[in-house]
């Protein structure tokens, strides 16, 4: 086989190469889009099955915020969020409101509004210190403090707090 032919050949396979990834792609694609689908009609599907039990609601409104926020609905994921942050302090669970704030809290920082971003991270901090107060045994607290869930929360609440400290157009007297 001479030398263009050599080429040829093997620019041929690399078409044939990338056609395939672009297939391959577009399947997952399909197949996440299928996902998302069947993760919306279940949801909505949840919603019937709640009844009037409010608790229950409070994770129900957590999924649709964060299926509508992948599907780039962010202002209907705020409304949601803020809903269940209302119910959850209606009903007094604070372990739920951290971590609907800290939610809120991704959920403006996507949206490139880093004042709301931060304040929500702060009340999440907030609550989350307040529940740790409430732990008198200092090696549970500490425990408490570095858990998986909550040291996250509490270094990225941090580091928002130090990034509009340190960024000029932040609005000041936040």
Same mark, same amino acid.
């Given at each position: 086989? !001479?030398? !263009? ?9 690399? !078409? *044939?190469?990338?056609?395939? =990834? ?8 399909? &197949? ?7 993760? +919306? ?17 409070? /994770? ?9 926020? @992948? $599907?780039?609905? #962010?202002?209907? &994921? ?7 942050? =209302? ?7 604070? +372990?739920?409101? @951290? ?5 809120? !809290?991704?959920?403006?920082? #996507?949206? +490139?509004?880093? %004042? =709301?971003?931060?304040?929500?991270? $702060?009340?999440? #901090? ?5 529940? &740790?107060? +409430?732990?008198?045994? $200092? ?12 040291? /996250? ?14 960024? /000029?157009? %932040? /609005? *000041?007297?936040?």
């Amino acid at each position: 086989m !001479g030398r !263009g032919a050599q080429h040829a050949h093997r620019s041929d396979h690399d !078409g *044939s190469e990338a056609r395939l =990834q672009i297939i391959f792609c577009a399947y997952c694609i399909a &197949a996440l889009y299928a996902l998302l689908y069947y993760w +919306g009609v279940e949801i909505l599907h949840m919603e019937h099955c709640l009844g009037s039990n409010q608790r229950f609601r409070i /994770p129900y409104l957590r999924s649709l915020a964060a299926l509508t926020a @992948w $599907e780039g609905r #962010t202002e209907q &994921a705020i409304d949601h969020l803020h809903e269940a942050i =209302q119910l959850a302090t209606t009903i007094g669970l604070p +372990g739920e409101q @951290w971590q609907i704030q800290a939610a809120l !809290g991704k959920v403006y920082e #996507t949206a +490139g509004e880093q %004042a =709301q971003a931060r304040a929500a991270f $702060e009340e999440a #901090t907030r609550i989350i210190e307040e529940l &740790a107060d +409430g732990i008198k045994d $200092e090696t549970l607290r500490s425990r408490f403090l570095a858990g998986s869930q909550i040291s /996250p929360v509490l270094q990225h609440a941090r580091y928002l707090a130090s990034s509009m400290q340190t960024d /000029p157009a %932040a /609005p *000041s007297g936040l």
